[in-house]
Each structure stands twice: as C-alpha cells, then as structure tokens.
C-alpha cells in the first residue's frame, strides 16, 4: 500500500512540474508580446527577463532551464513567439545570444537559488546572477553580430540594467509565492 502510494505522489509531483515547465514556457512567450522597440539598438526591452528569473527562482536549475529549451525549441520549429515574431530567424539575428542566454540564466537563477540563504536577498542575488548571465551570452553574441565590443555594450547592456534590476527585485519578491503555489 505504502509503495502505491509513493508511486501516486511522484507521479502527482511530476505531472506538477510538468505543467509548471509548460506554464513557465508560456509565460515567458507571453511576456514576448510586452515588447518596447528601442531606435538605437535591434535589443527591445520586453518582460522575458522576468520570466526568465522567475522559471529559475520556482522551478529550480533543470527544470527552469527546460522551460526555456521549451521555448527556443517552439522558435527553432518557425513559431513566431520571439519579441519581433520573426520565428526561427531569431535564433541568427542580433538578438540570439539573449535566447540562448535565458536556458543559462534560468539554470545559473536555479542553481544560485539552491545554495543561497532562503530569503529576498539570497533570491535577488540569484536573479542577479541570471541576468548576468543573459548578458554575457546577448553582448557577446551582439558584438560579433555588429562588429565591435564597444557598441554592444552601449547598445544591449548599459539601456537595460536600471529595468533590468526591477525585474530581478520584482522576481525575488514574487518566487517564494511561486515556490509555495508548487509545493502545495
């Protein structure tokens, strides 16, 4: 009896997952269509960072970074979900490296979380690393698409770090929530 019901509840505790994973996918597709065209820099500002820490913050390192594999992969089969609806053309275009960059920053937010104090501070330390890591792989990307390291930075990292960092508060302060609504 014991055994069946283990049984039951890692299957109840998969299913869960499963659905966060999906849920974490569209939202960051969601978030997509919240998109601000800045004229100086082919980077817009949309709220796919926050979902993209937060997948991290709830749903841990693997599955966080799943939820964003799930997303590359709906852009990769020619689903128009990226932030200018260009589908799989995103994934060469200027923005590519940010794409990538949200599987890494979901696993390093996932994983930072894991070992961090569980609070606001240890989560927001965590979101801050996430976007560290969106950064890396989108200014790296950028600079090899536009030629100059120098350009990149002014246009894909320094407009972005003030709304960047509310994002990463706003994460923190909402994910224990998150964490709560999955466990339950």
Do not use: N
Not at 32 to 42: D, H, K, N, Q
Not at 91 to 120: K, M, N, Q
């Amino acid at each position: 009896m014991l055994s069946h019901a283990t049984a039951r509840y890692g299957k109840v505790r998969y299913l869960t997952y499963t659905g966060a994973v999906v849920l974490f996918t569209l939202f960051t597709i969601l978030s997509a269509r919240i998109t601000i065209p800045l004229p100086f820099t082919p980077v817009p500002v949309t709220l796919q960072v926050l979902a993209v820490l937060l997948a991290g913050l709830v749903l841990g390192a693997r599955a966080g970074a799943l939820s964003q594999l799930l997303y590359l992969a709906a852009i990769a089969v020619g689903l128009p979900v990226d932030a200018y609806g260009r589908g799989v053309a995103a994934l060469t275009g200027p923005t590519a490296g940010y794409l990538i960059g949200f599987v890494v920053a979901a696993f390093v937010t996932g994983w930072a979380v894991s070992r961090l104090p569980a609070s606001r501070v240890g989560r927001f330390l965590a979101a801050l690393a996430g976007l560290t890591a969106i950064y890396l792989c989108g200014v790296t990307w950028l600079a090899l698409t536009m030629g100059s390291l120098e350009a990149a930075v002014l246009g894909g990292l320094v407009p972005f770090i003030a709304v960047d960092l509310l994002k990463a508060v706003a994460a923190a302060s909402v994910a224990e929530g998150g964490r709560w609504l999955l466990r339950a």
